[in-house]
């Protein structure tokens, strides 16, 4: 079974601009979570998607944003980015049951020059 | 606020000694427990995981305290090997349907040979 898949693996952006993520979650998991690793921050709670529906959302600012379509992949939107949103942005998805393993993407590396 | 306290922040064990982690978390509503290896340049993977209801887990080399009364839990990695040298997290998920991951600040584990 394929894992998660993230893409692109790497981008380079300028302040102010906009950038989509995309993630597609590993086959039959309808819950794909979003989070951002900092050095200076760690792991943080972006967002939670489940069958479209953004289910939690964590304390990040209105330019995050996400969607999830009905086959179950995700994308995330960064907009007017600021120098602080470079980042490596990992994605998670899991079956729905709550104590079911969240299996991480190998994330997108983030650079905002 | 950081509900997930993590420490040592770096550890360095020769090869066959004991690695040990130790968290701990404030929020009463975290009922599932979850360590993470993350190596450089991939999403973090599922080490072991714990719920409130069992003080001990143990998987091969990996075994997880937990302390309920105390809110602590800790990882223990014995006959640590060179390949265990990766960053570890712990982690901590709310009761609910929510998967929103709180994350402690990592540990940086170098195993000399």
């Known amino acids: 079974k394929a894992g998660v898949t993230q893409t692109p693996r790497y981008l380079i952006k300028t302040r102010g601009q906009q950038v989509t993520l995309s993630c597609s979650p590993i086959s039959g998991h309808r819950s794909v979570s979003w989070y951002q690793q900092t050095p200076g921050q760690g792991l943080q709670f972006l967002f939670e998607y489940f069958s479209e529906t953004q289910r939690n959302k964590g304390n990040f600012p209105g330019r995050f944003s996400g969607r999830q379509f009905s086959n179950s992949r995700s994308e995330m939107n960064v907009s007017t980015l600021e120098l602080g949103d470079s980042a490596l942005y990992l994605c998670?998805?899991?079956?729905?049951?709550?104590?079911?393993?969240?299996?991480f993407g190998p994330g997108t590396r983030l650079t905002v020059l | 606020q950081q509900q997930v306290k993590q420490s040592p922040q770096s550890l360095i064990v020769q090869k066959g000694g004991i690695s040990i982690i130790n968290c701990a978390y404030e929020n009463t509503a975290f009922d599932y427990f979850p360590w993470y290896q993350q190596f450089p340049g991939k999403g973090p993977a599922l080490l072991i995981a714990i719920r409130p209801d069992v003080s001990e887990k143990k998987e091969g080399r990996f075994t997880i305290s937990f302390n309920k009364s105390a809110k602590q839990f800790s990882l223990h990695i014995m006959d640590s090997q060179p390949g265990d040298s990766a960053t570890y997290f712990c982690a901590a998920l709310p009761s609910g349907s929510a998967r929103q991951l709180t994350f402690g600040s990592g540990t940086q584990l170098t195993v000399l040979p």
């Open positions: 998670a998805s899991s079956l729905e049951y709550h104590y079911n393993e969240q299996f």
